[in-house]
Structure formats: structure tokens, C-alpha cells
């Protein structure tokens, strides 16, 4: 089977604008970077959960940026100023693959520490 017949598919591509995934990196930037800040700031929100939250807000900044930063080297790569198959350009996607893969984990094991701390804190059932 050659490059050809292996990428041939029967399902339609769907095209979505550069620009609105660049529009979501930038809100969702903009988002987990205030509850960063709301938390570091605000004395009442230093319980440990509020920790939790803060540290996912922090792994979804990292995604945020990540995606943002990949958005601008493909709208750089069509516009003919970044080289697609280039040495550089394939180690800075494989770093950016990397970091989103961690904050994807980072994401999840926040979720789980919420979770975790939560669950002794939730009253418990009547019979």
C-alpha cells in the first residue's frame, strides 16, 4: 500500500478558519489566566481545593498557548514565511506536541485531586 491509497477516505473534510481557532486560544487564555489570578490574589480562596483549580487553570494556560502558538506557525507556513518540512519546524511542533500532551495529563490529574479532596468533604448519605 503506497502514501497515496492510504490517506484516501470517503469522509468529507471540514474546513475550519485559522482565525477562530485563534480566536478560542486567545479566550481561553485570557479566561484561565483570570482565575489564576483570582485565586493568587484573593486571601479566601487558599484552601486546597482553590489550589487544585488554580493548578488546572495553569495546565489550561499552558494548552492555551500551545494551541495559540501552533495557530500562528500554520497561518506563518501558509502565508509562504515558515517552512513546513523544515529541521527547526519539525522540533518546535514535536516540543509543542509535548507540552500539550502534559498539560492534557496535568489537566486530568488536577480533576482527580479535585476530586479526591471533595470527596471526604461531601456530607454524607442518610439511610
Known amino acids: 500500500m503506497n502514501a497515496?491509497?492510504?490517506?484516501?477516505s470517503d469522509c468529507l473534510e471540514v474546513k475550519v478558519p485559522v482565525p477562530l481557532f485563534?480566536?478560542?486560544?486567545?479566550?481561553?487564555?485570557a479566561e484561565n489566566l483570570l482565575v489564576v489570578?483570582?485565586?493568587i490574589r484573593n486571601r479566601n480562596l487558599h484552601s486546597p481545593m482553590y489550589c487544585f483549580i488554580?493548578?488546572?487553570a495553569a495546565f489550561n494556560t499552558i494548552a492555551s498557548l500551545t494551541?495559540?502558538?501552533?495557530n500562528l506557525m500554520i497561518v506563518f507556513a501558509d502565508v509562504g514565511q515558515l517552512e513546513k518540512k523544515g529541521f527547526p519546524e519539525k522540533n518546535l511542533d514535536d516540543v509543542m506536541d509535548s507540552l500539550l500532551?502534559?498539560?492534557?495529563?496535568?489537566s486530568i490529574f488536577s480533576f482527580?485531586?479535585?476530586a479526591v479532596d471533595r470527596?471526604?468533604?461531601s456530607p454524607p448519605e442518610s439511610p
Do not use: H, R
Open 112 to 114: 482527580l485531586a479535585i
Open 119 to 121: 470527596y471526604p468533604t
Open 4 to 8: 497515496t491509497t492510504a490517506n484516501q
Open 37 to 39: 489570578v483570582a485565586v
Open 67 to 70: 494551541k495559540t502558538w501552533e
Open 101 to 106: 500532551c502534559m498539560s492534557f495529563m496535568g
Open 22 to 29: 485563534f480566536i478560542i486560544g486567545v479566550v481561553s487564555l
Open 54 to 56: 488554580c493548578s488546572l
